[in-house]
């Protein structure tokens, strides 16, 4: 079977205290989800690598760019940052083996990321070239929004044709839609409020772990 991966994302931390912040998820998490966002592929603006280059853990950074044609460059700058693996969006590259190619060549984590209504045969062809596929259960953009039971069907579709790859979730994941999502084949859990919005964190991890026995 594959590995359960929980990633909290920071974007519902507390920024001003991200390295206590991550400490008290530690131990919990398989990956530390970083969400950036440039005013462009979607309209808020988050964190950069100068920002990411500040958080300090042993767990594999999840850099998610939602991010208009990010350049080699702008990706080098998250890969120095200490990234394990880098998201780019189908929407967001006129030609995705662009970034993929150079991602791996730097010899990390490549995934790639659709939309909710951005359909799987828009992906088919980097499947071979990537490490894991992010489908977002909700709209980019935004935290502590309601997860899109309709983007399953691309997940039951890709699990059949890539049985041993990560599928990511992200967007309104809570101990039930996990559930949801890895009934339908996914084994990356991507939370940020339900996660830190919540008091007692670790319970909140346990709780998503707990409703996937
Ligand atoms: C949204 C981001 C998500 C966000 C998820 O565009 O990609 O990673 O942090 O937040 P929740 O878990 O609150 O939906
Ligand atoms: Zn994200």
Redesign the pocket.
């Known amino acids: 079977m594959l590995k359960i991966k929980i990633a909290p994302?920071i974007?519902?931390a507390d920024l001003s205290h991200v390295n206590e912040e991550i400490k008290q998820i530690e131990k919990y998490a398989n990956l530390i989800?970083v969400?950036i966002?440039d005013g462009i592929f979607?309209p808020p603006t988050t964190i950069g690598s100068d920002f990411a280059k500040t958080i300090k853990t042993k767990i594999p950074l999840d850099v998610?760019l939602?991010v208009h044609e990010p350049s080699n460059s702008y990706i080098k700058g998250f890969i120095d940052a200490g990234a394990d693996s880098i998201t780019i969006h189908e929407e967001a590259c006129k030609n995705p083996f662009e970034q993929i190619n150079f991602i791996k060549k730097n010899k990390i984590n490549a995934t790639i990321s659709i939309k909710p209504n951005t359909p799987l045969e828009k992906i088919k062809k980097y499947l071979d070239a990537v490490d894991m596929v992010l489908v977002?259960?909700?709209?980019?953009?935004?935290?502590?929004?309601k997860?899109i039971e309709s983007t399953m069907a691309k997940i039951k579709e890709l699990r059949k044709l890539k049985p041993n790859m990560d599928i990511e979730v992200?967007?309104?994941?809570?101990p039930y839609t996990a559930r949801v999502a890895f009934d339908a084949g996914a084994n990356v859990f991507?939370?940020?409020?339900?996660?830190f919005?919540e008091k007692d964190r670790v319970a909140a991890i346990r709780e998503i772990l707990n409703s996937l026995k």
Not at 136 to 145: D, H, I, L, N, Y
Not at 170 to 174: A, E, K, L
């Open positions: 994302s974007l519902s989800h969400d966002m979607v998610h939602m977002m259960t909700v709209e980019p953009g935004w935290a502590g929004q997860f992200d967007g309104g994941i809570n991507v939370a940020g409020s339900s996660i919005g």
